[in-house]
C-alpha cells in the first residue's frame, strides 16, 4: 500500500463511520418527526463546516512542515489510539458493540416523545437535532481532510476521499430508509484506529527529525505492527473477559 492510497483509503473510511452516525440521527428524525425541518438542519450544519473550513483550511498552509508534522501527527496518535481503544475493548468484549439500529429507534423514540413547537414553520427539534448531528460529525471530518491533507500536500485528494464516503453513505441511507446497521462500523473503526495511529507515528516521527527506514516504504510497516499488537491485544483481552451482556449493545 503507497502512502497515498493509505491517505486515501484512512479517510473514505473514517469519514464513512462518521457519515453513518450523521445519517442515523437524520434519518430518525425525518421518518417521525418530517424531512423539511431536518433537512434545513442538514444545510445549517453543512454551511457552518464549509465556514469552518475556509476559515481553518488557509491557516495551515503558513505552519512549516516540520512543525505541521509533529503536531499533526502527535493529534492524530491522539485520535486514533481513541479509536482505537474502543475497537479494541469492542471486539474483545469489554465494551458494547455500536449498533446502529438500536441507536436508530432510540433516536426515533426520542424524536416521537417530544412536543412539535415549530417557529415560520420550522421543527425547531428536528432542527437542532440534525444540525448538532452534522456538525459535530463533520467536525471529526473535516479534522481528519485538514490534517491528512495538509500534511502530505495533498487535500484535494483527502477531500475526494471523504466527499465519496458521504456520497456512498447518503445515497446507501436514501435508498434503504432506514439505519445503515449491515455497515460493518464496528470493524471499520477498528481498521481506521489502525490507520490513523500509524500516520500518527509516521508524521509526528518525523517532525521530530526520526529519518524511517525507507522512508514512506515504512509506513506499511508501521500499519502491520499496530495491526497485529491491536489483534493481539484483543485475543488477550477475549480470553480473559466475559462477554457483555446482548441487552448492551446499543453502546457509543
Known sequence: MTAT??????????????AVEALTVVLAV?????????????LAGLAALAVLVVGLGPALTVVPLQVL?????????????????????????????????????????AARSQAIATSDG???????????????EGLEVVFIVLTFGANAGRIGLAALGAAAAVLVVT???????????????????????????SFGMFWSGEGAGV???????????????????????????????????ASARAGS
Not at 492510497?5 to 462518521?18: D, I, K, P, Q
Not at 420550522?122 to 459535530?136: E, I, S
Open 171 to 197: 445515497v446507501a441511507g436514501l435508498l434503504v430508509r432506514g439505519p445503515l446497521s449491515r455497515v460493518p462500523e464496528n470493524q471499520l473503526k477498528f481498521v481506521v484506529g489502525v490507520l490513523l495511529t
Open 122 to 136: 420550522v421543527d425547531a427539534y428536528a432542527f437542532t437535532l440534525c444540525f448538532k448531528a452534522v456538525l459535530l
Open 30 to 42: 425525518g421518518v417521525t418527526r418530517g424531512w423539511r425541518s431536518g433537512g434545513l438542519g442538514v
Open 69 to 109: 508534522r509533529l503536531l499533526v501527527g502527535a493529534l492524530l496518535l491522539i485520535f486514533g489510539l481513541q479509536w482505537l481503544r474502543k475497537a479494541v475493548l469492542r471486539a474483545s468484549g469489554r465494551k458494547a458493540l455500536h449498533d446502529e439500529a438500536a441507536l436508530f429507534a432510540a433516536h426515533a423514540a
Open 211 to 245: 529519518l524511517w527506514p525507507g522512508a514512506d516504504a515504512a509506513l506499511p510497516v508501521l500499519v502491520a505492527f499496530t495491526a497485529c499488537l491491536a489483534v493481539g491485544y484483543t485475543l488477550l483481552l477475549r480470553a480473559r473477559t466475559p462477554r457483555v451482556d
Open 5 to 18: 492510497s493509505a491517505l486515501f483509503l484512512s479517510v473514505f473510511l473514517a469519514s464513512t463511520v462518521e
